[in-house]
T-cell receptor
Framework: DAEITQSPRHKITETGRQVTLACHQTWNHNNMFWYRQDLGHGLRLIHYSYGVQDTNKGEVSDGYSVSRSNTEDLPLTLESAASSQTSVYFC??????????FGQGTRLTVV | AQKVTQAQTEISVVEKEDVTLDCVYETRDTTYYLFWYKQPPSGELVFLIRRNSFDEQNEISGRYSWNFQKSTSSFNFTITASQVVDSAVYFCALRRGKAAGNKLTFGGGTRVLVKP
């Protein structure tokens, strides 16, 4: 069965460190997204990609970057982790006319 | 700009009661899609329903039903005869028409607690 997986599921890191969260999907979807979930804010879009070599900023992109070198993967990098980036991160993918499928989430704590 | 408002942050009910979750959206698009997702305590996001802006028919799926009213920009969700397993956070989301891309705008979520 096709799926979308995130790793790691939990991570604790120190302020100032670079962190990369992995997202891998086997749906063969062109569209991939990263969201963060914070209490009271629902899910907010960080970055998204509509295909290989395509990346776009979402509403809360400061301090984050993504790259899309193949269809399956969209890693999210925190250039210099800050306490404000403590959150739960969700990766999602969708086809041209499908609903979005979400990964299990990554709980990141920046100390 | 797109916006989704879920005014109820938390609802607590006793099992077998009905519960209605409100969702109000804002968009200037004539073509758009509305979604509901469920997030159980385990944390994953589970797709429940998608509605496009041209289809205002209400939908029922088991104990779940959805009422879409373009006139009031609302897409409300009702759980009939709630069960403890319905305890979760529910998110309403909006997506623009296909030409504008597939990114979702989420509401803040409503936590539903069903007590036995």
């Amino acid at each position: 069965d096709a799926e979308i997986t995130q790793s790691p599921r939990h991570k604790i890191t120190e302020t100032g460190r670079q962190v990369t969260l992995a997202c891998h999907q086997t749906w063969n979807h062109n569209n991939m997204f990263w969201y963060r979930q914070d209490l009271g804010h629902g899910l907010r879009l960080i970055h998204y990609s509509y295909g290989v070599q395509d990346t776009n900023k979402g509403e809360v992109s400061d301090g984050y970057s993504v790259s899309r070198s193949n269809t399956e993967d969209l890693p999210l990098t925190l250039e210099s982790a800050a306490s404000s980036q403590t959150s739960v991160y969700f990766c999602a993918s969708s086809g041209r006319d499908t609903e979005a499928f979400f990964g299990q989430g990554t709980r990141l704590t920046v100390v | 700009a797109q916006k989704v408002t879920q005014a109820q942050t938390e609802i607590s009910v006793v099992e077998k009661e009905d519960v209605t979750l409100d969702c109000v959206y804002e968009t200037r698009d004539t073509t758009y899609y509305l979604f509901w997702y469920k997030q159980p305590p385990s944390g994953e996001l589970v797709f429940l329903i998608r509605r496009n802006s041209f289809d205002e028919q209400n939908e029922i799926s088991g104990r779940y039903s959805w009422n879409f009213q373009k006139s009031t920009s609302s897409f409300n969700f009702t759980i009939t005869a709630s069960q403890v397993v319905d305890s979760a956070v529910y998110f309403c989301a909006l997506r623009r028409g296909k030409a504008a891309g597939n990114k979702l705008t989420f509401g803040g979520g409503t936590r539903v607690l069903v007590k036995p």
